[in-house]
């Protein structure tokens, strides 16, 4: 059973594994909705636009949509308080910063966290996982890798709800789970 959306809602798996339309399904009754693009359009990448097309293709026609480029907080902070928002997906906000220094990377961490706690109405944030196997080779694919990993467990703890889709299936992680201590 899905409980009532409030404050932060995270949606987490592996690639393919359903977690846009698990999101998708948790907003679609709580309009107006405002729908948070974070990635590049990537016009080159017949494989991205094909991916970009099936996800217009299921969203309502009433959602407003935002194309944030790399400052998904100033984004966050122009969308009406009494929307909903779905933020899709954390993965493009990380990547966007790769290139940041530590200091400036925790910044943008602590306007990310304040602008979602500042929101009135739920926000529903998909985040990829990452890390589940192949460890990366390169520097820059641990440093997406440890960002996004540790943003996440940020975001956790001020989460209402945790959502891991996988297979087409989503566990309620609050439900079935504890939290890991903090370090």
Request: hydrophobic residues 40%.
């Amino acid at each position: 059973m899905v409980k009532p959306l409030d404050g932060l809602v995270l949606v987490t798996g592996p690639s393919r594994g359903g977690k846009s339309r698990w999101a998708e399904h948790l907003v679609a009754e709580h309009s107006p909705v405002s729908y948070v693009a974070t990635s590049d359009a990537r016009p080159d990448d017949s494989a991205w636009q094909q991916r970009i097309r099936l996800h217009r293709e299921r969203r309502p026609s009433d959602w407003e949509v935002i194309e944030s480029g790399a400052d998904l907080s100033m984004a966050l902070n122009s969308i009406p308080t009494h929307h909903t928002v779905l933020v899709d997906a954390l993965g493009a906000f990380t990547a966007w910063h790769l290139e940041a220094s530590p200091n400036d990377w925790a910044q943008l961490e602590a306007d990310l966290i304040k602008s979602v706690q500042e929101r009135q109405r739920p926000v529903v944030l998909v985040i990829e996982e990452t890390g589940w196997g192949v460890v990366p080779v390169t520097a820059i694919g641990g440093r997406f890798r440890d960002r996004q990993g540790r943003l996440a467990q940020q975001l956790e703890t001020i989460a209402s709800a945790s959502w891991l889709v996988i297979q087409g299936r989503a566990l309620d992680l609050h439900a079935l789970g504890s939290a890991v201590p903090q370090e």
